[in-house]
């Protein structure tokens, strides 16, 4: 009996081992093939199209294999840090060079925004009501572009034309006082007199006034006396 028993103790000793071993052998398989597996990756850099067969982990790890190079400012979809997987699309988004001018102040800027909106939102430009932008804001970024931003200036307009003794408030892009008053449709007529000369350029809360000649017509009667006319008969 008691050799039976031991008997017994050493086969339970050796399937247990036997079945450890086999489980670390199971999950050393997942590991290795794993890691050695390939997934197929498509790197889309601007025109170029890369398919590539990898066993790198991250995204970042396969651009570098892959000979592809980042610059400051390229954006890259989805995240460097991410894990790559099979069929993964990498979207590489190159920064472009662009010039935004506000009020005649040029500024440059590199940005991987698709359009003009997306580059006013990554450089922090806001757009105030009334004020102008060109080209539009769903207009595509091209390399080397430049964004002219005209902030609108508060115009106190006085026109004796007016009913109303209170100024008109307009707000304008226009850059002097002659294109402001061209914008406005007023016209002048001979002697009508503006405060300020039209090339003056604007300001913001600029008060222009603009003074009516006014034509009086005074009605004169006169009485003609006629002499007495004999007509012979």
């Known amino acids: ?18 079945l450890i071993v086999s489980v ?3 999950a050393l398989f997942i590991v290795f093939g794993a890691a050695w597996s390939s997934n197929a990756v498509n790197i889309y850099d601007e025109e170029k199209v890369f398919n590539v067969k990898t066993k790198q982990s991250t995204v970042a790890d396969v651009l570098k294999e892959a000979d592809v190079t980042l610059y400051d400012f390229d954006r890259v979809e989805p995240d460097l840090d991410s894990a790559v997987r099979n069929n993964m699309n990498i979207i590489i988004n ?18 991987s925004a698709n359009t003009v909106e997306g580059v006013l939102n990554q450089t922090w430009y806001t757009l105030a009501d009334y004020d102008s932008i060109n080209p539009a804001l769903d207009a ?57 000369e039209n090339y003056v350029k604007l300001k913001n809360n600029m ?8 034509v009086k017509y005074e009605e004169e009667t006169k009485i003609i006396n006629f002499g007495k006319v004999t007509r012979e008969t």
Request: glycine content about 4%.
């Open 94 to 111: 190159r920064a472009s060079l662009v010039k935004i001018i506000e009020d005649g102040i040029p500024v440059e800027y590199y940005s």
């Open 140 to 196: 595509q970024v091209t390399d080397g572009m430049e964004i002219d931003i005209n902030r609108a200036l508060q115009i106190y307009l006085y026109d004796e034309n007016s009913e109303s003794e209170e100024p008109k408030t307009a707000f304008t892009c226009a850059k002097t006082v002659g294109d402001f008053i061209t914008e406005q449709g007023i016209i002048l007529s001979d002697g009508d007199d503006v405060n300020l």
């Open 1 to 18: 009996m008691l050799i039976s028993k031991k008997i017994s103790e050493l086969k339970i000793k050796k399937y247990s081992f036997m």
């Open 24 to 26: 670390l052998l199971v």
């Open 207 to 214: 008060k222009i006034k603009i003074s009516r000649v006014v």
